[in-house]
């Protein structure tokens, strides 16, 4: 059998010859393709968009803080609060050769930030070292981050977040150099952080104020007190592995029971970024259990339909097969009917279902104009093709054997 021009007319008269069958038949594949591409897409976007929400913290990270006994031990009694020192966090820099950066940072809560006439309360202000920038990056939109030089001289300067920012200064204002002060302490701004994540470690980064930590302990007194021990770990290690000896060594340093489970509070942001990727790749899954069991069902539909259209052929068939049409020559015309039916109504409903999520990514945007990335891949477009063309052999196969069993003398006596 060629694949010529006739042969198409052919295959398409023969399709169109009942239109309203052939569309609902089609209709099937085109909504089975559709439906995977929008479920594929808008899971594509939905992680997209949570992780732009999760972006700059280090998925390697964990953080520490401290917590008040439950059980008494050597002397002290149950319910006693403690705090992380500086000298802990050099402790564990030094014994817990698994990490790699490990910063302390400290919080006063509920601050208002004045910069002329205009006041923004309740901010968080943080105490942070350079280091931490590793932990949680900070996009800067105007001037800098936290460096050694401002930690060792105690400088009074600070990064604004974004939310701060825009309540004290203009649109499109450069704040650096210009002054804000906090609880009547004078600070210079060198920088303003554009992080949108909504982690919240102590406080919103974009709530915040972010300034030394030998200032903030100085300022507010707080001596060596740390809030939040954070850290990242080395290549190849992983937070479960520190987690223990940091504990450890803190309730050997501070005189804590070490059965004590409630003492030394943790949270491991590795497992919880694993626990959001595992959650996505399930989520897949079920996308594509969900499209291709829609997708059976059309194709299903296809053959049955296909049967019907034998048999309303049989004369034409029998005609066929008495001029001299092989068996093999039946059977490609029965597939490429299919193939030409599932193809383009396949195509048809991967064109649409690309074409609604570019609508939903170009109006779905970050703050910052960025996408977030609503559609799917090529590999993913090409192999949704390659189903259809499987699908469209599967669904030939019962109709054309079918086709095949039926013999000239017999097919020419029935109308």
Excluded at 104 to 120: A, F, H, M
Excluded at 179 to 188: A, E, L, R, T
Excluded at 283 to 288: D, E, G, K, R, Y
Excluded at 400 to 412: D, Q, S, V, Y
């Amino acid at each position: 059998m060629r694949f010529d021009r006739d042969t198409l007319t052919e295959i398409l008269d023969t399709l169109t010859r009942n239109r309203s069958r052939s569309f609902l038949t089609a209709f099937g594949v085109f909504w089975g393709i559709f439906m995977l591409v929008l479920l594929s897409g808008g899971g594509n976007g939905l992680k997209q968009m949570l992780f732009m929400q999760l972006d700059g913290f280090a998925t390697n990270s964990g953080f520490v803080f401290s917590n008040s006994t439950s059980i008494p031990y050597k002397g002290f009694r149950k319910g006693r609060y403690w705090n992380i020192e500086r000298k802990d966090v050099e402790a564990i820099r030094q014994n817990v050769k698994e990490i790699d950066v490990i910063a302390g940072t400290t919080t006063e809560w509920s601050r208002t930030i004045v910069y002329n006439d205009n006041k923004y309360n309740d901010c968080t202000l943080k105490g942070l070292e350079p280091d931490y920038n590793f932990i949680e990056h900070q996009p800067m939109k105007y001037g800098r981050f936290i460096n050694e030089v401002d930690l060792k001289e105690s400088r009074k300067v600070a990064v604004l977040g974004k939310i701060v920012y825009e309540a004290l200064f203009k649109k499109g204002e450069d704040p650096c150099g210009k002054y804000i002060s906090i609880d009547g302490i004078h600070y210079c701004v060198i920088g303003v952080s554009v992080s949108e994540s909504i982690i919240s470690i102590n406080g919103n980064t974009s709530e915040s104020v972010m300034i030394p930590f030998s200032t903030l302990v100085k300022a507010y007194n707080k001596g060596d007190e740390v809030h939040v021990l954070a850290y990242t770990m080395k290549e190849g290690h992983k937070v479960s592995e520190a987690e223990e000896k940091i504990s450890s060594m803190l309730k050997s340093i501070h005189l804590i029971h070490p059965d004590d489970k409630q003492a030394v509070a943790s949270l491991n942001a590795e497992a919880e970024f694993s626990m959001i990727d595992n959650l996505f790749i399930g989520l897949n899954i079920l996308v594509w259990i969900i499209g291709l069991g829609t997708l059976l069902a059309g194709a299903i539909g296809v053959s049955n339909i296909m049967i019907v259209t034998i048999k309303e052929r049989t004369s034409e068939i029998g005609i066929r097969r008495a001029i001299g049409a092989h068996s093999s020559d039946i059977l490609l015309q029965i597939i490429s009917e299919c193939l030409i039916l599932t193809i383009f109504a396949g195509l048809c409903g991967l064109s649409f279902g690309v074409g609604v999520l570019n609508i939903i990514d170009t109006f779905v945007t970050t703050d910052a104009g960025r996408h977030y990335g609503f559609g799917i891949m090529l590999s993913t477009g090409i192999g949704i093709t390659v189903i259809l063309a499987l699908l469209g052999i599967f669904s030939a196969l019962a109709p054309a054997l079918r086709a095949m069993a039926i013999k000239p003398i017999e097919a020419m006596r029935e109308e």
